[in-house]
T-cell receptor, first 112, second 117 residues
Framework: KQEVTQIPAALSVPEGENLVLNCSFT??????LQWFRQDPGKGLTSLLL?????REQTSGRLNASLDKSSGRSTLYIAASQPGDSATYLC???????????FGSGTRLLVRP | GAVVSQHPSWVICKSGTSVKIECRSL??????MFWYRQFPKQSLMLMAT?????????EQGVEKDKFLINHASLTLSTLTVTSAHPEDSSFYIC?????????????FGPGTRLTVT
């Protein structure tokens, strides 16, 4: 059974800092891995999707990497801003069932 | 493109009543839709997968008689919480897969906050 873990559970940083969010998964048979942002009481916003054959994806100040063999993905946020404050979720799409398995999330607070 | 809506965005109901939540794909045909539940400060848990015109497939531990799912058209799926109880209070999110575009990406709705009093 796939388990997706995110570390840390919560993170508070001053504005301008570069930061890394970690995601690990136990079953490497994934089709892709996706990072989402969720604001309080809101739905999900897709940030980056990495196919299993890819190593990384970039969008603006965000960079996500995937190491399928070690079961790890990281989300790098450069020059963090208060507007980046949200919960970040990673989710692995399973090869066998095409179901998304979510991590528990990292709650990020960027202090002005 | 690939917009998914949910209605209502929030609902309050009394214990013992039933409530229906709608999930619509606005600009694509959703051959497969998914329903998730999210408790406060927890992650999303898949409840069930529905394919248009077929019965939904429920995840282990989800009561199919309590959470009725209907996916009668390519743009609409509904989740009905029957005989709701306070422990059913949660954030319900649907997602949809574009069957014609291929691939397996899911597009998420904005969620529905259910409070049972």
């Amino acid at each position: 059974k796939q388990e997706v873990t995110q570390i840390p559970a919560a993170l508070s940083v001053p504005e301008g800092e570069n930061l890394v969010l970690n995601c690990s998964f136990t079953d490497s048979a994934i089709y892709n891995l996706q990072w989402f942002r969720q604001d309080p009481g809101k739905g999900l916003t897709s940030l980056l999707l990495i196919q299993s054959s890819q190593r990384e994806q970039t969008s603006g100040r965000l960079n996500a990497s995937l190491d399928k063999s070690s079961g790890r993905s990281t989300l790098y946020i450069a020059a963090s801003q208060p507007g980046d404050s949200a919960t970040y979720l990673c989710a692995a799409l399973m090869d066998s069932s095409y179901k998304l398995i979510f991590g528990s999330g990292t709650r990020l607070l960027v202090r002005p | 493109g690939a917009v998914v809506s949910q209605h209502p965005s929030w609902v309050i109901c009394k214990s013992g009543t039933s409530v229906k939540i709608e999930c619509r794909s606005l600009d694509f045909q959703a051959t497969t839709m998914f329903w998730y539940r999210q408790f406060p400060k927890q992650s999303l848990m898949l409840m069930a997968t529905s394919n248009e015109g077929s019965k939904a497939t429920y995840e282990q531990g989800v009561e199919k008689d309590k959470f009725l799912i209907n996916h009668a058209s390519l743009t609409l799926s509904t989740l009905t919480v029957t005989s709701a109880h306070p422990e059913d209070s949660s954030f319900y999110i649907c997602s949809a897969r574009d069957g014609l575009a291929g691939g397996y990406e899911q597009y998420f709705g904005p969620g529905t906050r259910l409070t049972v009093t």
